[in-house]
């Protein structure tokens, strides 16, 4: 997915979520559902660089 902010185009990349069933019902305003638990697999963060008063940062 291609996103731009404040000018700066960047391409997000969305992580893989795996969802399992707990077993557990819940009633909320007069609906029933059932409880599921999710993770969300942890990414990489691309190494970025940053011109701050003319020296450069990497984060």
């Known amino acids: 997915m ?3 902010f404040l000018g700066k185009a960047y391409e ?3 992580p893989p979520v795996e969802s399992s069933d707990t ?3 819940v009633t909320f ?3 029933h559902s059932a409880v599921k638990k999710y993770t969300v697999t942890q990414r990489q963060q691309p190494p970025e ?3 701050f008063l003319g020296r450069r ?3």
């Open 23 to 25: 077993g557990e019902k």
């Open 29 to 31: 305003l007069g609906r």
């Open 12 to 14: 997000a990349s969305m």
């Open 49 to 51: 660089e940053f011109t």
């Open 2 to 4: 291609k996103l731009s």
């Open 57 to 59: 940062y990497t984060r």
